[in-house]
């Protein structure tokens, strides 16, 4: 195994082209390694043994790291963690929103995955969301998706863990309760959206007390949401899925508490009690591919994640040679069939795009220079000509994201591995806190295909799930985990987890410098979106190479968990973008 780690790299480095003999940037040496696991900061990097957690937050981190010292497994742990994110990281997480977990179980040697995503009300159709701007669809009732994380936590529990809700969900009652010292991050993101919260007498109550955003430093306390998560822990699910706390879930949606006076549009939404009592949390199976000799697991449909990550390293692994530039085009091809052919719909043929040969097909596709923008999707119909290009029809533009969501990891010390991204669409989902519960709601249904746009497999319908680039991923080894990771950032999600695995398996950079490393994100867009750190390494040859490049000030904020030899875990979080993460482990000592 370790030899394996370390050729790699090394055969990707000799391979390659001039772009790959870039040492790994400055930024990544200078990464700060966790000393204690008792600590009073966040610190992005952390090795150990027994257990190890990696969150965007630290109170976060710790729940998970709690759950673990007291026995709890790792599932246990990222329930935990996710719900105090809830509280910390209200604007990306929250009971009212949805997600993805991809787990692989040490007992059992197998990868599972849950599927917590938010459904449309039955009421949807097609043309629900069309017409409508997309701003206007963000803040309202109308965006708002039947929660699922609540019944994704039930399930993973009730399959997985060894704990219940109640249990689970005391450390995010504790941080809630107690409160949590508002950083830079949580007071930007209020801050960018004061204009719609205090539109909504609920939201402007919690979220600007006084009128404004709480001052960095002050300790914010959500007793409301303590208490719903306190009544969730006793009544169980059944409170939000049909009873009392759906009920006003509901007439929140249908009828948003907008501020006397506030001039904004806020379209009502279509969701019913009965939409809440049908909704119901999915084991799937998770999609696998191959790249160099390692299982890559990832989540399949309704997000794109698993297909569109496992496409594009398999483009890569057809080419002669992998850089930056072979980077960018296998995930440009991957977004143009992701669009085409990937939505929560029957028949996506998950199988074929996943297969060698239409990645060699699509493989053939690339040259010395940047293919014209749009690429046209490929043709996934199990009949492959090797180098012929078989344009499959028109290529749509890859839709617009909400940068936000989280994603954690934890591993505990049985070798069980979470990857779990949780989200609530917008920071700030809907921007529509339910009235004294202490919760926002999401605005996920804006990730359909608004339309008209006739063929799309992600227009909306009833009880349908929007198409989600959630990537939560975990790599085995012969058998073995040897690295999990997932990011935040609507579409860029996929392009991160390809970046960081190229950055790790084919520049052979160290985990924590991957995930440092500047990045850029080409989803089939005339543009590609690239941080300064990247332009300033890459994009003089790029350009001449026929790129064209936006600047993005972020891209990102990952966190990932390797297992390295002798039983030691690294644990790694973001050393900057979006304030930075926490990386914990168990003990520092075998
Ligand atoms: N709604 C996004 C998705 O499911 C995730 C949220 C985000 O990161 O923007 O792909």
């Known amino acids: 195994m370790i030899t394996r780690r370390l050729a790699l790299p090394l055969a990707g480095i000799l391979t390659g082209s001039s772009i790959l003999l870039v040492p790994p940037p400055a930024a990544a040496s200078s990464v700060e390694r966790a000393s204690p696991v008792e600590q009073a900061e966040k610190k992005p990097v952390a090795e150990g043994y027994g257990g190890a957690v990696a969150t965007v937050d630290l109170d976060a981190s710790k729940a998970a790291l709690e759950v673990l010292r007291r026995g709890g497994n790792a599932m246990d742990a990222a329930v935990a963690a996710a719900a105090t994110l809830g509280v910390t990281e209200p604007y990306s997480a929250g009971l009212a929103g949805g997600g993805f977990i991809v787990y692989y179980d040490a007992r059992r040697k197998k990868v599972h995955t849950i599927d917590g995503r938010e459904t449309a009300p039955r009421a949807m159709t097609a043309t629900s969301l069309e017409g409508i701007p997309f701003d206007q669809a963000v803040t309202s009732g109308l965006s708002a998706g039947v929660p699922g994380s609540v019944a994704q936590w039930e399930l993973a529990l009730r399959r997985f863990g060894t704990i219940s809700l109640r249990q689970a969900l005391k450390p995010a009652i504790e941080v809630a309760s107690r409160g949590f010292t508002v950083d830079q991050t949580f007071y930007d993101q209020t801050a960018a959206n004061v204009a719609r919260f205090k539109d909504f007498t609920s939201t402007a109550k919690l979220y600007l007390p006084g009128g404004a955003p709480p001052p960095v430093g002050s300790t914010f306390r959500n007793p409301e949401l303590a208490d719903t998560y306190r009544q969730l822990g006793k009544r169980g699910g059944d409170w939000l899925y049909g009873g009392q706390l759906g009920s006003e879930v509901v007439a929140t949606v249908k009828s948003p ?105 699509r493989a053939c596709m690339i040259g010395e220079r940047a293919m014209a ?16 290009a078989t344009p499959g029809g028109q290529s749509t533009e890859t839709a617009a994201e909400g940068p936000e969501t989280t994603h954690l990891v934890v591993t505990d010390r049985w070798g069980d591995v979470v990857a779990y991204n949780i989200t609530i669409e917008s920071t700030g989902g809907n921007g529509i806190v339910v009235p004294g519960r202490g919760f926002l709601l999401n605005n996920e249904l804006t990730d359909f295909t608004a339309g008209p746009a006739p063929g799309d497999p992600n227009l909306p319908g009833p009880g349908k799930r929007p198409r989600s680039s959630m990537a939560p991923t975990i790599v ?50 005339a543009q590609t979106q690239a941080e300064q750190g990247f332009l300033d390494r890459y994009g003089a040859e790029l350009t001449l190479r026929g790129h064209s490049f936006a600047l993005s000030p972020e891209i990102g904020a990952a966190t990932a968990v390797e297992f390295l030899p002798g039983g030691q875990l690294q644990a790694v979080a973001e050393p900057g973008r979006r304030g930075g993460g926490s990386a914990l482990v168990m003990s520092e000592h075998r």
Not at 374 to 382: C, E, K, L, T, W
Request: overall charge negative.
């Open 257 to 361: 508490p907008v501020t006397p006076g506030s001039t904004r549009n806020v379209r009502p939404g279509l969701m019913e009690l009965s939409d809440l009592k049908a909704y119901r949390a999915l084991e799937r199976p998770p999609t696998m591919m191959t790249y160099k000799g390692m299982d890559v697991y990832g989540m399949a449909p309704p997000s794109s994640g698993g297909s569109t990550v496992g496409e594009a390293l398999n483009i890569l692994e057809a080419l002669p040679k992998i850089g930056v530039h072979e980077y960018l085009e296998a995930s440009r091809l991957s977004f143009a069939d992701r669009n085409k052919y990937v939505g929560d719909i029957p028949g996506v043929p998950l199988k074929e795009l996943l297969s060698d040969g239409f990645a060699k097909e």
């Open 373 to 388: 923008h749009p690429a046209a999707p490929g043709n996934p119909d199990g009949t492959y000509e090797p180098c012929q």
């Open 476 to 525: 085995l080894d012969e058998g073995r985990p040897l690295l999990a990771l997932g990011s935040p950032g609507g579409s860029t999600i996929i392009t991160t987890v390809l970046q960081i695995l190229v950055n790790r398996w084919d520049l052979g950079m160290p985990l924590p410098d991957a995930l440092a490393a500047p990045r850029a994100t080409q989803r089939n867009t």
